[in-house]
């Protein structure tokens, strides 16, 4: 199979669009549609990041690793079983994309796709709000833990200002 039904890069930024089109592509695609044979078992068209077409039972499908996941070059595989189910992907041959790369496609697509940037704002947001959150819990349980030690033995409790710091309230 060409890989021509496989997504470059370069044909936008938007990775869910790309995804998208490619999916629809692989299942629009007459090529990878078996002749209709009756009494054969076989394996859909299928898609998942990579089209996989039609083949009969029992047959391996090889083709280039998808470039909306991983760098150029290498390999996948996929094998049909015996009762026309795929099996999963072998993308040992494969070398993943950066992570940044991968962060900054979703981070992209999720935008361009919601087409607002107040979600987007909001999301970023929220996000910041519990990446803030977290180091301050941590940072909470560190000075208690540390106060603990210091004045193991000392009577006077400093439990309201933990309260306080930690849950914003004090019962």
């Excluded at 936008?12 to 490619?22: H, I, P, T, V, W």
């Excluded at 394996?43 to 077409?53: D, T």
């Amino acid at each position: 199979m060409e890989d021509k039904f496989l997504l470059h890069p370069t044909e936008s930024n938007d990775f869910e669009a790309k995804y998208n089109l490619e999916r629809s592509r692989c299942h629009r695609n007459p090529k990878n549609y078996m002749e209709d044979k009756i009494n054969i078992t076989k394996c859909n068209v299928s898609f998942s990041g990579a089209c996989w077409p039609e083949i009969t039972a029992g047959s391996t499908f090889i083709q280039p690793c998808p470039s909306l996941f991983f760098t150029t070059g290498g390999l996948i595989h996929r094998r049909c079983n015996a009762s026309g189910h795929w099996e999963r992907m072998n993308i040992s041959q494969c070398r993943k994309l950066e992570s940044s790369q991968v962060l900054n496609n979703m981070k992209e697509s999720s935008c361009d796709l919601l087409n607002t940037t107040t979600v987007c704002t909001g999301v970023w947001i929220l996000n910041r709000y519990f990446a803030v959150a977290e180091v301050t819990w941590m940072t909470n349980e560190a000075v208690f833990l540390l106060r603990l030690l210091i004045r193991a033995f000392d009577n006077e409790s400093y439990f309201w200002y933990y309260f306080f710091f930690g849950w914003g309230q004090y019962k």
